[in-house]
């Protein structure tokens, strides 16, 4: 039997959707393109804004063009929060929402057997747990993800993911040891993620600074960590002095600020002030000196003036981010901010969006041509007719000069920059 899966959205996904395309194997499937017909769709789909869940539903349609006949197994928030509706679509198979995704390999074969609906979505808000996904490897990548959290407690006003991941929970600390000891087999690096990262451990009487540590001496084949995301609020003096202590540890995070203006921070319901922010980047970065600090950012947010933007815009220049993920706002169904007066119109958004993305690249360009004439570590990942290519510590991306292992750190000199990479030569 042949199975495809097409994965959008966040890392957890990824590392949701590798488990059980590791599963299906250990059954004797046989993974295809996704762009192939294959006997057996699966979709792990993303709400987290309506083009995500356009193109949730443009891969449904795409499966069902290719081969009608197909078992098609919908996965993830996009059905957690619109499974009413998608039970009517005859073509679906199976519907799994945030939950009960280890079932999904034994759906399948039951529906190959007799071709039933099957739909395995509940209320998370309620009761959710922490679901074990087991996975060794990673097929198509150098770089491993490790979901160890998921849900969110946070409720930011935009936001639609607490309802469709649930509340928050956390992998057990002996599982998470388990499985990143598993993976370092196979990856030099591992990539910690989670829905609100940052809160790992609140629910287990621990923290992330005590995962890290707990990874790092239980995995010694780990070369490099990374966090996914993180909240500004949750990166402790604890988790600066860790990262401090070891090179292991990526000096690299990204952490959402979504805006610069204290009057949409709190239409937001995020939990800081801009000045907040920025006083916590200055202390970072004093224990951390050139680490790269990246982030997200929403325009357009509802009642956002001209006076509000420009302020939005102040700030990301004083936090001086090594780069930025810019979305236009995107009003989700059921949240708060969805009813709010002074929408924003598309047009002005688009703007909006240009404006701060043109502000990225050049806050880009500047902090990687910093790294000109130093010496960084490279994780090779691939090869490019005779380039190896791969990314330092800072999460910037390099080419470096003839053909090293994959999977492998090196140390080079930077030399120069070539368009958005940087080129580099190996040391000695």
Same mark, same amino acid.
């Given at each position: 039997m042949r199975y495809a899966i097409s994965c959008l959205g966040c890392k957890v996904n990824t590392y949701e959707a590798e488990s059980i395309g590791q599963s299906l194997r250990g059954l004797n499937f046989q993974e295809v393109d996704f762009k192939e017909e294959a006997d057996v769709y699966l979709i792990f789909t993303c709400a987290v804004t309506n083009t995500a869940a356009s193109k949730s539903r443009q891969k449904i349609n795409q499966a069902i063009r290719q081969n009608e006949n197909a078992i098609l197994c919908v996965v993830g928030c996009y059905v957690q929060i619109n499974a009413e509706n998608m039970k009517e679509n005859e073509h679906i198979d199976i519907l799994v929402g945030s939950s009960h995704k280890q079932d999904i390999p034994q759906l399948i074969q039951e529906v190959l057997v007799k071709r039933e609906k099957k739909v395995l979505v509940e209320d998370v808000r309620k009761e959710a747990k922490f679901e074990t996904l087991s996975l060794s490897h990673f097929e198509h990548q150098t770089r491993a993800y490790m979901k160890i959290q998921d849900g969110c407690n946070q409720f930011c006003s935009y936001c639609i993911i607490p309802y469709a991941r649930g509340k928050e929970r956390s992998y057990p600390m002996e599982k998470v040891i388990e499985t990143a000891m598993g993976l370092s087999k196979?990856?030099?690096?591992?990539?910690?993620?989670?829905?609100?990262?940052?809160?790992?451990?609140?629910?287990?009487?621990?923290n992330l600074a005590t995962c890290l540590k707990e990874v790092l001496n239980a995995a010694p084949n780990i070369e490099r960590i990374r966090i996914s995301s993180i909240e500004i609020t949750e990166i402790t003096d604890g988790l600066i002095a860790l990262m401090k202590s070891t090179t292991r540890i990526a000096r690299h995070l990204h952490i959402p600020i979504q805006s610069g203006c204290n009057a949409t921070l709190q239409r937001m319901n995020r939990p800081y002030t801009k000045e907040e922010f920025i006083q916590r980047i200055k202390e970072i970065r004093e224990q951390l000196p050139h680490i790269s600090i990246s982030t997200d950012l929403i325009v357009g947010f509802p009642q956002e003036s001209e006076e509000e933007f420009e302020e939005t815009i102040q700030t990301m220049k004083d936090c001086a981010f090594s780069f930025?993920?810019? %979305?236009?706002? /995107? !009003?989700?169904?059921?949240?708060?901010?969805?009813?709010?007066?002074?929408?924003?119109?598309?047009?002005?958004?688009?703007?909006?969006?240009?404006?701060?993305?043109?502000?990225?690249?050049?806050?880009?360009?500047?902090?990687?041509?910093?790294?000109?004439?130093?010496?960084?570590?490279?994780?090779?990942?691939?090869?490019?007719?005779?380039?190896? %290519?791969?990314? /330092? !510590?800072?999460?910037?991306?390099?080419?470096v000069e003839g053909i090293h292992e994959r999977n492998k750190m090196i140390t080079v000199n930077v030399a120069s920059m070539l368009d958005d990479e940087l080129i580099g030569k190996v040391k000695g």
């Open positions: 196979n990856h030099a690096e591992i990539v910690l993620a989670g829905i609100h990262t940052g809160r790992y451990g609140r629910d287990l009487d621990t930025m993920h810019v %979305f236009p706002f /995107s !009003s989700k169904t059921g949240t708060v901010a969805e009813k709010m007066q002074g929408q924003i119109n598309d047009k002005m958004k688009k703007e909006r969006v240009q404006t701060c993305s043109k502000l990225s690249k050049n806050l880009y360009y500047g902090y990687k041509s910093s790294f000109i004439n130093k010496e960084v570590a490279v994780l090779i990942e691939e090869h490019r007719g005779n380039q190896s %290519f791969g990314h /330092s !510590s800072e999460y910037v991306p390099i080419l």
